[in-house]
């Protein structure tokens, strides 16, 4: 997305360290699911210099709305139903095979953001 937004191209492995720490709903903490970060972080890039203040806030609020109605929440421990915050909580969740379904809120993810992108509120 960074490209298409301005930010010029971004390689793979540069995007991957400067997304690193929201896995886990950032830090490993399990708050907003680390996906939703990142969109937001896009949907900045597009929305977040406009002449209309609150559009950034309506745009964001609408990406989090939508995939909590198809997921049921947007907070990560809640997503994988598991905490994150030991070695030993981690530990369980890849045992468990918690972080199976984060491809999936990826895709979510990026087929609300792609809506909100062409959107024009």
Excluded: W
């Amino acid at each position: 997305y960074g490209e298409h937004l301005g930010l010029g191209k971004v390689d793979f492995d540069t995007a991957m360290k400067i997304a690193y720490a929201f896995s886990g709903g950032i830090a490993a903490t399990g708050n907003v699911c680390g996906a939703l970060t990142g969109a937001l972080m896009a949907l900045g890039l597009k929305y977040g210099s406009d002449a209309d203040p609150y559009k950034i806030n309506v745009v964001s609020r609408k990406l989090l709305d939508d995939f909590a109605s198809l997921n049921g929440t947007t907070i990560c421990r809640e997503l994988i139903n598991h905490d994150l915050l030991t070695q030993e909580d981690m530990k369980k969740a890849f045992e468990t095979g918690a972080f199976n379904n984060c491809g999936k809120y990826v895709e979510d993810v990026s087929k609300i953001l792609d809506k909100l992108l062409d959107l024009d509120v």
